[in-house]
Nanobody, 126 residues
Framework: QVQLVESGGGLVQPGGSLRLSCAASGSIFSINAWGWYRQAPGKERELVATITRGGSTNYADSVKGRFTISRDNAKKTVYLQMNSLKPEDTAVYYC????????????????????WGQGTQVTVSS
């Protein structure tokens, strides 16, 4: 069973910084894509940043120059460094990973799909 566990959220003043982490565990054969999304109250979930296996990154216009996504393949962890935070960054942040899992040893079964973390609250307020 695959689990994605997020950490690092909290309350921060405008202009401050936070670093989110999301660690995957379970029968993971490979991680194909990593991403962070967020959902503010009354709004739809939106993409914040993604990073591919090759290291290519993509950011929402609203966070470009302030947020940085990175990953550690060995630790199966994706990070989101958030600087110069604004009140409009307040939301629940979710990590998403495209994973291939392996079940069994001699006749393994491989399965690929997206997994989501449970979400971590980020509140930017003075």
């Amino acid at each position: 069973q695959v689990q994605l566990v997020e950490s690092g959220g909290g309350l921060v003043q405008p202009g401050g910084s936070l670093r989110l982490s999301c660690a995957a565990s379970g029968s993971i054969f490979s991680i194909n894509a990593w991403g962070w999304y967020r959902q503010a109250p009354g709004k739809e979930r939106e993409l914040v940043a993604t990073i591919t296996r090759g290291g290519s990154t993509n950011y929402a216009d609203s966070v470009k120059g302030r947020f940085t996504i990175s990953r550690d393949n060995a630790k199966k962890t994706v990070y989101l460094q958030m600087n110069s935070l604004k009140p409009e960054d307040t939301a629940v942040y979710y990590c998403r990973m495209g994973l291939t899992t392996r079940q069994g040893i001699y006749n393994p079964i491989f399965s690929t799909r997206d997994y989501w973390g449970q979400g971590t609250q980020v509140t930017v307020s003075s």
